[in-house]
């Protein structure tokens, strides 16, 4: 009796232990995704994206201290999101920012809750993936609405999977108000990610009721007889109408806002209206480039997940799943022109999970024990499959610094091979060379270690600890990339993620109207501007909370206001900045011109010269941009001469 409870109070006692290791790398995690969407988040100009929404709240919630006309957003939930935190906050970019970013760590962490599903150690490396992606990074920074329907889709699948788990109603009526989220609150594409899960349920559902006389030793139209009897008991009229009554009353909220059905009349009209055709200027295919774009090497792992489940045939309903929804989602992406740059995590998510199932085969488990990682030297390799993991980051490290060293050699030429080669040994290529020698080098390495370290070990333990190292490898890139997307490169329209930019002279500008009014109104917003310029883009962003705004449609209406906003380019009097006096305005003004936006276009590049701008972002392109946008993309500031002197105007003696 002894003997056992000793072993009993051991036994107890580890797993305590193993609770803790799990509950620390938990806070850990959370502490590391709460830091990284929210540090600095109101410290970026506002997207273009980013502004009509955010325009569209702040004139709905605060109209005393609103410019422009209230018009209808297509995402009920950013609405409300954003109109609740600028009530509380003001109308600033962090309040714009703040609710869409927790929902951002919120999927980050939903994985934790499949723990029972796919094991503690496969949910956590899926949150890690999850957490370092540089798509989920943006799109949690910079309010894409998408981050709210990749919620209520986890969340869905979630309530669906704890029916079949527990087949309690609670879970059904949960899964379906997710479901009625996903389509009609999150965002036009929301209906596009719901097709896309059902069409990955039903292929999934197909390929395990064939696979079941294998699998299950039943037929496949007992299993599926025995799916049906499973779901009969989803209570399907009681869950519709919670979920009609919880999308009326998020909608409305609780009928407080009378155009609260328009927001989703406005979202199902989105989806409609994205099969017309792609943003202008976008890529074709937009998220499926962004996702490739931004995490190449999340394919990579991906499609050796597939491979290595078609080979050991350990294909489970969820792996089956998994596939099911990344295919459909590369097929979505290339047939529905509307999806933009955050549509990559209808992606990203299967992706990710199927590269956590093939780590956590690595680390030498079956992705259904309970431990957290305690490795068997016996078994899992132990130090030695750590250390080469440590050797393969290494290799692969040096292997992407030669790559973007001597890929930068295409920028000296025309792009070509033909040129590049040509040049190869003259002095100013030595570097290139000598990177291009080291990038096969480094390669040469990879392999040959591999079965070097496979004569020693076997075959298993070099392929697992490349594994790792590989996570490793891309987590730490790819968070690198993602970080730059959302802080020093933000709006910078050499990155996928912003067909175009806004300029940071737009906070310039605010910042001038500012000091302004502070001269004049005593700091209030009160400045007459008379803005002929559109009312839902940047400018308008600007004068947000300046209520004295009219925006006119042409010069005529706004001659001798306070205070002008006018297009630096005008297709009738061709430049209008502060070096052309002719400007009739009505008196006499001071002038100052700013850039309100930036404009890039991949197709600027020639040849090769890709590389060297997906690996180091180089973009010679960018300069002609630059030049150009003062002209085409920006305003000018016209100050009447009385109220930059202080002066009183007479408009009958002027």
């Known amino acids: 009796m002894t003997t056992l409870t000793a072993d009993g109070r051991a036994e107890i006692g580890t797993a305590r232990a193993r609770v803790s290791v799990e509950a620390l790398c938990i806070m850990a995690l959370f502490g590391f995704v709460l830091v990284t969407r929210l540090a600095a988040l109101g410290a970026v100009t506002m997207t273009p994206a980013e502004i009509p929404p955010a325009l569209a709240a702040w004139r709905a919630f605060m109209p005393a201290l609103a410019s422009g006309e209230v018009f209808v957003t297509d995402s009920a939930m950013l609405f409300w999101a954003q109109g609740t935190a600028m009530m509380l906050w003001g109308g600033s970019e962090w309040a714009a920012r703040l609710f869409t970013a927790l929902a951002g760590v919120a999927l980050v962490l939903t994985p934790l809750l499949f723990r029972d599903l796919l094991g503690r150690d496969r949910a956590f490396i899926l949150a890690l993936i999850l957490a370092f992606s540089p798509v989920t990074l943006a799109a949690s920074r910079f309010s894409s609405p998408v981050i709210w329907s990749a919620l209520f889709a986890v969340l869905m699948l979630w309530g669906v999977w704890r029916f079949w788990a527990d087949e309690r109603p609670r879970y059904a009526v949960l899964a379906t108000i997710m479901g009625g989220a996903l389509i009609l609150l999150s965002e036009p594409g929301g209906l596009m990610l719901a097709l896309i899960l059902l069409g990955s349920a039903a292929v999934a559902l197909t390929f395990a009721a064939l696979d079941a006389p294998l699998d299950a030793d039943v037929t496949g139209e007992d299993f599926l007889a025995e799916v049906r009897a499973r779901f009969a008991s989803w209570p399907v009229g009681f869950s519709l109408l919670a979920t009609l009554l919880i999308v009326f009353c998020t909608a409305t909220g609780f009928m407080l ?53 078609s080979m050991t045939r350990r294909i489970t309903f969820t792996e089956r799943l998994l596939m099911a929804w990344a295919a459909l989602a590369i097929i979505a992406a290339l047939i ?40 068997d030297s016996a078994t899992d390799g132990g130090r030695g499959k750590w250390l080469l ?28 091979v033909a040129d590049f080669l040509s040049r190869i040994n003259m002095p100013a290529f030595n570097l290139h060379a000598v990177s291009m020698v080291g990038f096969l080098v480094s390669l040469l390495f990879i392999v040959i270690g591999y079965f070097l370290a496979s004569s020693l070990v076997g075959a298993i333990i070099p392929a697992q600890a490349l594994v790792i190292g590989a996570l490793a490898f891309a987590l730490l890139t790819s968070f690198g990339s993602g970080w730059n997307l959302v802080g020093t490169r933000a709006n910078d329209p050499a990155e996928v993620w912003f067909v175009d930019g806004t300029s940071s002279q737009v906070d310039l500008m605010r910042q001038t109207l500012i000091e302004l009014a502070i001269r004049q109104t005593e700091g209030m917003p009160t400045l007459p501007v008379a803005a002929v310029t559109p009312d ?119």
């Open 257 to 309: 806002y009378s155009g609260g059905l328009a927001l989703v009349g406005e979202t199902l009209r989105g989806f409609v209206s994205g099969w017309g055709g792609r943003v202008p200027g976008s890529p074709v295919f937009y998220p499926l480039v962004t996702a490739f774009f931004y995490e190449t090497f999340l394919f990579v792992l991906a499609g050796v997940s597939v491979i290595v489940l």
């Open 336 to 375: 529905y022109p509307g999806a933009g740059a955050a549509h990559a995590l209808w992606l990203i998510l299967p992706l990710a999970g199927l590269t956590s199932w093939l780590v956590s085969a690595a680390l030498g488990h079956d992705g259904r024990r309970d431990d957290l990682w305690p490795l």
């Open 536 to 654: 839902d883009g940047a400018v308008a962003w600007a004068l947000r909370d300046f209520h004295n705004t009219q925006f006119v449609a042409s010069l005529d209406d706004a001659r001798t206001a306070q205070v002008i906003v006018m297009p630096a380019y005008d297709l009738v009097r061709g430049l209008t900045t502060p070096h052309r006096p002719d400007i009739e305005l009505g008196a006499a003004y001071v002038g100052q011109d700013f850039a309100t936006q930036m404009t890039w276009r991949s197709s600027w590049l020639n040849g090769w010269q890709w590389l060297a701008w997906w690996s180091a972002r180089l973009d010679t392109g960018r300069i002609p941009a630059v030049a150009r946008q003062r002209m085409l993309n920006g305003v000018v500031l016209w100050v009447r001469q009385d109220i930059y002197d202080g002066n009183r105007f007479d408009i009958n003696n002027r």
């Open 389 to 416: 993991a440590v050797i393969a980051f290494t290799l692969l490290m040096m292997v992407a610094l030669h790559f973007q060293v001597a890929v930068r050699g295409f920028w000296q030429t025309d792009g070509g």
